[in-house]
């Protein structure tokens, strides 16, 4: 079993990151444009950010029984604002870096209207996909405080 944070950008997936570590997980956040993960897949338990969240579907076909964690920001203006922060702000975008920005928003520089809407499109995309599938999907907001008390059920771990 893998697990998959699959949330966009700005949703705490750092966060995710390091609380799969502390529940023993060997977890590997993705660093945008690493496009060539076989090595990272075989070697790693568990997985967060971009580019994963875009190839959800293809992870869960590849990996069977895993499970999908879907990190968002109920506070939609925190998340846009926050992405303009982070993501308006980087000058030197790498070309790889541009590559799954476009793939994720349809745009490399921020865009507040294609970023809102490439977010509303990922989350009915994740829900649609799981919709008869709950146990597979847990849909966490980890910016409003939930954590552990969501996140160690879903993977059978102890708090």
Not at 53 to 74: N, Q, T, Y
Not at 79 to 84: A, D, I, M, Q, Y
Not at 86 to 96: E, S
Not at 110 to 137: G, T
Request: glycine share 6%; net charge negative.
């Amino acid at each position: 079993m893998k697990i998959f944070g699959i949330g966009l950008s700005r949703t705490a997936s750092v966060t995710l990151n390091e609380a799969l570590i502390m529940l023993g997980y060997r977890s590997h956040f993705v660093i945008d444009g690493e496009e060539d993960l076989q090595g990272e897949l075989a070697e790693f338990d568990a997985f967060t950010h971009m580019p994963i969240a875009v190839k959800f579907k293809e992870m869960d076909e590849r990996f069977p029984g895993s499970k999908f964690i879907l990190s968002v920001r109920k506070d939609r203006e925190a998340w846009l604002n926050s992405c303009e922060k982070r993501i308006g702000m980087v000058v030197n975008k790498t070309d790889a870096m541009k590559k799954v920005l476009k793939r994720t928003y349809g745009t490399d520089v921020y865009d507040r209207e294609m970023f809102n809407a490439a977010y509303e499109q990922h989350f009915e995309n994740v829900i649609e996909h799981f919709k008869d599938r709950k146990d597979d999907l847990l849909i966490i907001d980890i910016t409003c405080g939930e954590g552990f008390e969501k996140l160690c059920p879903f993977l059978g771990k102890p708090m």
